[in-house]
C-alpha cells in the first residue's frame, strides 16, 4: 500500500534529482569560454525554482472542466490543466485560493489527493457574498480559473493523529470531510472515519448519496447525519450537536481525534461540547475558517473604540479611509493595494506586512511570531486599523 504522504516525497525527489542533474552539468561545463561562472549559477536558480514551483506553485492556470450541483445553493467546480498534467500534490483537508474579482477566497478541495488530474473545489453561495457568488452565478465549464497552490494545516498527521478519527461538520464544513474519505477509500487506508455531519435541512446536504453509498459498502467509514430542522419522513438524528447527540453516536472519544469546520458560530459550541465529554483540547482541531465576524467581541479589544469610525490608511503611496472594524487586506484590496493572501483567517502569514505608524488590533486568529508585534509585522488579513497607519506593503 503507498502511503499516503509518498506523492510529496516523490515530488521532494524529483526536485532534488532536478537539482542534482543541473549542478553535474554545471561541474562539467564550468571551464567552457561560452558559458560563464556566474551565468550558470543564474542558471541554477532558475531551474531549482522551477523545479520546485512543480509541487509549491504561486499560481495555477486552470480551467472548469465540470460544473455539478450539489444542493440548490451548492456547486462543485471540476478543474484541470489545460495540457492535461497532473496538478501538485496536497493534503485531505487542504485548501487552494481561488483568485477573482480583484480578491482571493480559499475554498477546500472536495477531491481525493490519490486522484491528482484534477482539483474538485465544492462552493457554496455564502449571502452577499463576493467571490462565492461570482463563481455560481458567472463560472462555466470551459472558463478559465486562477487558483494558488494547496495550503493549510487541518490535514491528517499519521504520526500524531492515530487511525480513529471523528469529524464535526456543519454546512459547508463537509468539503474536507469528503476529501479525506474518498482518500481513505482510494488508497485503501487503515483508518477509521466517523463523520457527524449536521445540516439546516434534507435539502441543505451536500454529497448525501455518496457518502451515504460510501458508508453502506465500506465499514472503516460511519456517517451520521444530524438535521436541525427535518420535517417529515426524517427519522434520524435532530437539532444540534450536543455533547449528548456526540456521545450517543460516537461512544468514548478516549485516544480519538475530532476535526471540527462549519460556520465560526459552530467553533465555540463544538469546543465546548467536546470539552463536556473530556476530550483534551490537544485532541481537537479546527479548520480556519475567515476573519472574526465582529472583532469588537474579542476580549482585547480595546474598550470605547468606535469600530465604525474611519481612519486614515497609507501603503504603497495610496491613501485612503476605513472603518476601524474591517480587516485592512480587504480595505486595501479596494484601495487596489493587493498583497499576496491566501487563507484570509490568519494562518499562512502571506499577508504579512510592516506597520511603520500607527496602531491596530491583531485578531484572536492571527498566527502570529512571537516577534512580530514588537517588530511591527502583522497578518492583515485580520489586522484592524485602531488609528491613522502607514504601512510597508
Known amino acids: 500500500m503507498k502511503h499516503p504522504l509518498a506523492d510529496l516525497f516523490d515530488g521532494a525527489e524529483e526536485i532534488a534529482r532536478a537539482i ?104 457554496r453561495r455564502v449571502p452577499g457574498g463576493r467571490i462565492s457568488s461570482h463563481l455560481l452565478d458567472g463560472l462555466a465549464a470551459g472558463d478559465p480559473l486562477t487558483t494558488g497552490g494547496p495550503l493549510g494545516t487541518f490535514h491528517h498527521n499519521p504520526l500524531f493523529h492515530g487511525d ?26 487503515d483508518r477509521r472515519f466517523h463523520l457527524l455531519y449536521g445540516s439546516r435541512d434534507l435539502g441543505d446536504v451536500v454529497f448525501r448519496e455518496e457518502l451515504d453509498a460510501l458508508a453502506a459498502a465500506d465499514p472503516r467509514i460511519r456517517v451520521d447525519h444530524v438535521i ?60 480556519a475558517n475567515g476573519a472574526p465576524a465582529d472583532p469588537t467581541r474579542q476580549p482585547h479589544w480595546p474598550a470605547g473604540t468606535d469600530p465604525a469610525e474611519e481612519v486614515t490608511v497609507t501603503a504603497r503611496g495610496t491613501t485612503f479611509r476605513t472603518p476601524r472594524g474591517r480587516p485592512l487586506l480587504d480595505a486595501l484590496e479596494d484601495a487596489g493595494v493587493r498583497p ?40 492583515s488579513c485580520v489586522a484592524y486599523p485602531l488609528t491613522d497607519l502607514e504601512l510597508d506593503v
Open 20 to 123: 542534482s542533474s543541473r549542478e553535474t552539468t554545471t561541474d562539467r561545463t564550468s571551464d567552457s569560454d561560452s558559458d560563464p561562472a556566474h551565468d550558470h549559477d543564474h542558471d541554477d536558480v532558475a531551474h531549482s525554482r522551477r523545479a520546485i514551483g512543480t509541487c509549491h506553485p504561486e499560481r495555477l492556470d486552470l480551467v472548469v472542466s465540470e460544473v455539478v450541483e450539489e444542493t440548490p445553493s451548492t456547486r462543485t467546480f471540476r478543474l484541470r490543466r489545460p495540457d492535461g498534467r497532473d496538478l501538485p500534490p496536497f493534503l485531505a483537508g487542504q485548501y487552494v485560493a481561488v483568485y477573482a474579482d480583484g480578491t482571493s477566497r480559499p475554498y477546500a478541495i472536495s477531491s481525493s489527493p490519490a486522484r491528482l488530474d484534477h482539483y474538485d473545489l465544492t462552493v
Open 164 to 189: 480513529d478519527l471523528v469529524f464535526l461538520a456543519g454546512g459547508s464544513g463537509v468539503v474536507p470531510a469528503m476529501s479525506m474519505i474518498r482518500e481513505i477509500v482510494d488508497r485503501g487506508l
Open 228 to 287: 436541525q430542522n427535518p420535517g417529515g419522513g426524517w427519522a434520524g438524528p435532530t437539532g444540534l450537536l450536543s455533547a449528548a447527540l456526540i456521545d450517543a453516536l460516537t461512544g468514548p472519544l478516549d485516544g480519538r481525534m475530532a476535526y471540527v469546520c462549519g460556520p465560526q458560530a459552530l467553533y465555540p459550541y463544538a469546543l465546548d461540547q467536546l470539552t463536556a465529554l473530556v476530550l483534551p483540547r490537544r485532541r481537537i482541531r479546527f479548520e
Open 340 to 379: 499576496e493572501a491566501a487563507c484570509r483567517s490568519g494562518e499562512c502569514g502571506l499577508c504579512r506586512l510592516r506597520v511603520v505608524k500607527g496602531t491596530v488590533h491583531h485578531a484572536e486568529e492571527a498566527r502570529l511570531r512571537l516577534s512580530d508585534p514588537p517588530a511591527g509585522y502583522l497578518h
